[in-house]
């Protein structure tokens, strides 16, 4: 004989009424943090789905930024079931209606990458984004192939050139390898806009190596007459000294500069480690050891001087050809992913352009849902801000730093977890996170916190809590200049 027992109701998880308000408080601005397996895919899914089930919103007046194209397309395929599951079983025929009319808008939505909204930004603006007629976005391989074209013969340009000779030269006797130019132009090729607002287009020479050394020799040459003070002539430390004093003679006979920065390089030799000596032989060998560590240090300095200018002169010629190259890109509408990004936030910032662009795409898109947003370039934030603004045409609304444009309440809905943020490669920025979370809970009264895990057993998630909420606790006694560390 066998019986059966009602299954009791399933348990509201804790964070509830957290999940009640992305759902239904359609009317603010909402900043959420989601754990990881906190359901934050299907809490977005149901904010949507609240908009257009409201009339707030149609499906085609709403964006959705996500992480990957994998992300995007998983979004739109739940929405696809949830719209024909509410759709096919909604009595109400009006509201059925708005179901159906979501769906034929669902596979044209803006619903994808930071990159994809961006190229939606552009295609709808070319003119004002000064773009040719036909725009091809290149992929990955592409855009590197390119590049590595570009280089190979710009690089022979710098080798070759009568200004550029003596950088390259100090370079290489400072111990810097060739490839370092590579991974200069590669970096400033990948972030070409900070290089037009942060490198200068032009650089002096780097300053005469022989004279930036002399008060640095002079120290060292007082540090070594010290082993004159020495009660034993065979003691390490005088020992050493003696060595210095032979190698600093040998240095300021050395007349070629170049051969002088390599002497004074990590191949050079010269030895500024002096845990040696006994203590009954000096005076005061602390003191003696300490001024021979700084006569070291001193030297490293003026190295380190010499080649930072080589690389300001050698990065103002970099400059150069990084932001022909993106011009280059621009006037052929043959556009790199970063392009994309810069040229959407650009046609924002115009200060004539700028007010149409923004008032037609603030029309078009009335709800911005950034999803995953540790992890997304912060080119995103000021291009939802910007869209978003309460008031687009007001020229403040594109040249305002980002966290001064008012928003119109609900236009934005962010999503994010800090202390998933791992994606530097692409520019994450855990400080901008930082920044809008407290900006936007500032407008929504709170942040929105999703903190219930539907993903892993009890076990391991009261192990994970008890070891990160140590480790992820930053000391009380460190103080930074801008906001890094998230809260666990």
Known sequence: MSSTVARPPEAAPPDQAARDRIAGDLGTTLFVEAGAGSGKTRSLVERVISLVASGTAELGAIAAITFTEKAGAELRDRLRRVLQERASAEPDPGLAQRFDGALDQ?????????????????????????????????DEVSSSVDFERRWSTFRDEIFESPELERAVLLLDAAGVRPQALDALAAAFDANWDLVAEQVGATAPEPPPVEARLAAAFADLADVCAERDECRDPDDKLAVRLGELAHELTLLRDTEDELDLLAAIGPAGGMNFKVRIGRKENWPDVEGVRARVVEAGAAIDRVRDDITRACA??????IRRFTLEAAAERRAAGRLEFHDLLVLARSVLRDPERGPAVRSRLHDRYQRLLLDEFQDTDPIQIELAVRIAAADPRRAESGSAPWNAVPVTPGRLFVVGDPKQSIYRFRRADIAT????????AEEGGEVVALTANFRTVAPVIEWVNHVFAALMTAPPENELPLASQPDY
């Not at 596979?107 to 773009?131: K, V, Y």
């Not at 996170?433 to 936007?440: E, I, P, Q, S, V």
């Open 106 to 138: 669902l596979d044209s939505a803006a619903i994808g990458t930071l990159h994809s909204f961006a190229q939606r930004i552009l295609s709808e603006n070319p003119i004002e984004a000064g773009l040719p007629p036909r725009v091809e976005v290149l």
């Open 312 to 317: 300001r002169q050698l990065g103002s010629a």
């Open 433 to 440: 996170f930082l920044a809008a979370r407290d900006r936007f």
